[in-house]
């Protein structure tokens, strides 16, 4: 499984999440992540259809890239550990 996280530095929500990521992908050094930002990375942001009003997100892919969940705003870090430990084998 992979996280791709969309942010910005001009979303309140986003500065919140930083921390609270930082802490998870310490906790689980196997979780691959990628960080995104909303107005540099313009070719992923269109490719997963991440809309300004959405930030942050967080879209889980399989092992083949695709889709499987999409979280947006503020989720606590255990709802993100629950998520996570639900998907971590597809």
Do not use: H
């Amino acid at each position: 499984m992979k996280v791709l996280k969309f942010g910005a530095v001009w979303c309140p929500s986003c500065l919140v999440m930083r921390p609270r990521w930082q802490k998870i992908e310490k906790e689980l050094p196997w979780l691959e992540t990628e960080y995104y930002d909303y107005d540099k990375d313009k070719e992923m942001v269109k490719k997963y259809k991440v809309d300004k009003g959405t930030l942050p997100a967080f879209i889980f892919l399989d092992k083949n890239g695709n889709e499987i969940l999409r979280l947006n705003g503020e989720p606590s870090k255990e709802e993100l550990l629950k998520v996570i430990e639900e998907n971590k084998d597809k």
